[in-house]
């Protein structure tokens, strides 16, 4: 674990402990009425206990949770990226959805005809085609 996330995660714990203690100071037996008022329960009010901590609780542990996965989402690279060996260098549509396909795999290179229901090998590329020998 890196000393961001360390940090990230130390945050999140004391998030939760002080949002925990500031639930359980509140008083469960008080009343309270719009303009300031407060009074004691009466005798007609419902006994039991509340699940409100621990919904609070629980909601702040997964909002944390959910927002470490997102920031580590963020900085992490994706698995497949490095590991990619097979590329389409270049393609030529030869009409009615045939194609002329150049593949890279592994530093060689190979020549693909692509039609609906199959791909065919024509022939390996090597770095310099017979065009460009006569040329030289």
Same mark, same amino acid.
């Given at each position: 674990?890196?000393?961001?996330?360390?940090?990230?995660?130390?945050?999140?714990?004391?998030?939760?402990?002080?949002?925990?203690?500031?639930?359980?100071?509140? &008083? &469960?037996?008080?009343?309270?009425? *719009?303009?300031? /008022?407060? +009074?004691?329960?009466?005798?007609?009010? *419902?006994?039991?206990?509340?699940?409100?901590?621990?919904?609070?609780?629980?909601?702040?542990?997964?909002?944390?949770?959910?927002?470490?996965?997102?920031?580590?989402?963020?900085?992490? +690279?994706?698995?497949?990226?490095?590991?990619?060996?097979? /590329?389409? +260098?270049?393609?030529?549509?030869?009409?009615?959805?045939?194609?002329?396909?150049?593949?890279?795999?592994?530093?060689?290179?190979?020549?693909?005809?692509?039609? *609906?229901?199959?791909? &065919?090998?024509?022939?390996?590329?090597? &770095?310099?085609? *017979?065009?460009?020998?006569?040329?030289?």
């Amino acid at each position: 674990m890196t000393g961001r996330a360390r940090r990230f995660l130390a945050r999140v714990v004391a998030f939760v402990l002080v949002a925990a203690s500031a639930a359980s100071a509140a &008083d &469960d037996t008080t009343i309270l009425f *719009p303009g300031g /008022t407060s +009074s004691a329960p009466s005798s007609t009010a *419902p006994s039991g206990g509340s699940l409100g901590h621990v919904t609070l609780l629980v909601g702040v542990v997964l909002a944390a949770a959910g927002g470490w996965f997102v920031w580590r989402g963020r900085h992490a +690279s994706p698995l497949g990226r490095e590991v990619r060996q097979l /590329t389409l +260098s270049e393609t030529r549509s030869l009409g009615n959805r045939q194609f002329l396909v150049v593949a890279t795999y592994e530093n060689r290179k190979f020549l693909l005809g692509v039609c *609906p229901g199959r791909i &065919d090998l024509i022939a390996p590329l090597h &770095d310099a085609t *017979p065009l460009e020998k006569s040329r030289s």
